[in-house]
């Protein structure tokens, strides 16, 4: 891959959303029903929503539709079993949901010595195992929060990692020193992100286009 070299600040970062960017598909929905099964799933989807869509169209929020649903399927849920899902469901995602040019995307800045990041809403329990096999350096995303004795509360431990946010995590990884970014993302999710970017990149239906 024939990719200039970049100049300025030392240290420079690529940062990739997930779903739609690095993998072909979206994740998360076919992760809840690997865990909870479909029926499961189509209930707190349809229950959660018909709950949101009571109120004011100005306090509607997919991120406490999100957080609602997890609540639901996954409060209560052992920590450990979950993980041993997450890393078969990663496995399952690396054999056959990854986008061959964005891996190589990602192999390039490697070679430039570029910081490799994630920076996704999908969830930890299953970007974490991918990202050890990517070789990428970190992973900003939705985390689980674990009560006692290694169960699930069901609450997200932070932020849904969308929008603004993803802004925010990738900020605090860089503790303030300069860095040169890379970015590249999918959808409106990512519009922030690739805002902050000095070299964003939008991936559209298998084409990767600079924005800006």
């Known amino acids: 891959m024939n990719l200039p070299t970049t100049h300025g600040p030392s240290r420079t970062v690529a940062a990739f959303d997930f779903d739609g960017t690095l993998s072909t598909r979206d994740n998360f ?32 929020s997919r991120d406490e539709l999100k ?44 070679t430039q010595g570029h ?3 994630i920076v996704s809403a999908s969830l930890g329990v299953y970007l974490r195992p991918i990202a050890d096999q990517l070789r990428f350096d970190h992973v900003l995303c939705t985390e689980l929060e674990v009560g006692d004795e290694g169960v699930l509360t069901g609450a997200m431990a932070g932020p849904n990692v969308r929008g603004i946010e993803k802004i925010r995590r990738l900020d605090a990884l860089l503790e303030g020193e300069p860095a040169y ?26 084409v990767l286009r600079r924005r800006g």
């Open 181 to 206: 970014v890379w970015a590249y993302g999918d959808s409106g999710g990512d519009r922030q992100l690739l805002e902050r970017a000095d070299r964003p990149h939008r991936v559209r239906s298998g």
């Open 67 to 110: 957080a609602l649903v997890l609540h639901d399927l996954f409060a209560g849920y052992d920590v450990d079993a979950l993980d041993q899902i997450g890393r078969g469901f990663a496995f399952e995602i690396i054999q056959r949901h990854l986008r061959a040019d964005m891996v190589e995307r990602a192999d390039w800045h490697r």
């Open 29 to 60: 929905v076919p992760f809840l029903r690997r865990v909870a099964g479909t029926s499961a799933v189509s209930r707190a989807m349809a229950r959660n929503s018909a709950r949101i869509a009571r109120r004011p169209r100005a306090s509607r």
């Open 115 to 117: 910081t490799l990041v």
